[in-house]
């Protein structure tokens, strides 16, 4: 159990979820997934690694009678997601378990959507963080294959996988995906004019066909540096932070 937490508003308040003090906290990452998964009323969603539940409640909010269920690894992690989806009114299943090792009755279901926001840092060649908290949410410890392999076994046919991850990981993300799911899709996210995307969503679809699109990048920030404390997103990004709006792929 974690005893010191904040509790933070997401949307413009919209959504008010607890996170631990220390340790690993939610930031726009996940905000953005939600916004991108074309998930529609009476579909199933399931998230790996789920942690607070933050981008599984972000949905919910935008995409009301949407069937929730979120996995996550560590329990104290797990229990305020129990606690968040209580307090905010959300319906969702959160099961603690370890996403290689899922337990049997989950194993048979089959999701319309799965999503994740996996570790972003090979710890090969990166240092460990202190808290072991944000240390298993943003260390990895499963090998990104496996979270792949794990989302494409749980997607019913024409289901949506949707990742969030660093621009540097597309290339093993293209690999394991393209060797289970068809139509394939990245959306570079671009911090500032100028600079690389630092982040990429990548989707995909169960028996998907349609030819690989690699989409322009969404701006992030106005400006070319941060000058000032006063916030910089662009339009686009603000109303998907701020107020719910979907992050749409091009069509």
Known sequence: MIHNTTKNDFLGGRLSLRQPTDGYRAGVDPVLLAASVPAKS???VLELGCGVGTALFCLSVRVTGVDLTGVEMQP???ELAVQNARDNGIDATIVQADLAHLPDDLRQKRFDHVIANPPYFDRDSSTAARDAGREVAMGEDTALDTWI???SRRLAPKGYASFIHRAERLPDLLSGISRRLGSLQVLPLQPRIGRDPGLVIVR???GGRAAF???APVLMHDGLTHDSDKESYTPRIRAVLRHGSPLDFPR
């Open 42 to 44: 009476g579909q199933s």
């Open 76 to 78: 104290a992690y797990a």
């Open 149 to 151: 392999d794990v989302a």
């Open 204 to 206: 995909a679809r169960k």
């Open 213 to 215: 699109r690699l989409h």
